[in-house]
């Protein structure tokens, strides 16, 4: 038992010592994660969302961080992380208010993206997990980015539960009506 704990202290020792000759450093990029990031993030700026940058930093092997994003019903979100090349695969999973999965990405992959349209107005949960590194390369660092595409849309005035339009799609919502919209009787 005590030449396993002696081994171990030994093997803490050289690593120690290794890392601190020059040259053998463990190093963070969190640049190249943001620019890997801002890379898939242009793709869906190219389609419409409106795409910025919510958070990056370094997590080791196992770790988890959550992001809160807020959401509008009937909007369309894309989120996405990407993690340098010490990051080996990264991992999204987004979770409504009420801790329901709504989505995640679990593929093998240092690039993570999920996209939903939300089905309520509040906050959604994106926890990134950092599932895979390469300790070689350094420590692993990621970005995540969030892009929106679509309007807010809101019920009609007078219709509790009638169909959904754009707020600005019916001019005459809420104003008096045209002589158009006026009925004869007979069914003329």
Known sequence: MKSIKMGRAIALVFAGA???MPGNTAKADPPMAEERAHQVAVKFKDRG???TPIDAGILL???MVRVQIPVTRGLDYVIMAS???AARDVDIYVYSEVD????DDRRS???AVVQFRSQYTGSVYAYVFMARTDPTLGLPSWAAFVGRRGTARSPVKGSPSGPIESAT???NAGGSPSAADSVTPGGN
């Open 109 to 111: 992959l240092s690039d």
């Open 61 to 63: 092997r196992g770790q």
């Open 169 to 171: 799609s019916n001019p």
């Open 49 to 51: 969302f409106y795409v």
């Open 18 to 20: 290794y890392m601190m």
């Open 83 to 85: 993690g340098d090349q």
């Open 100 to 103: 329901t999965l709504i989505l």
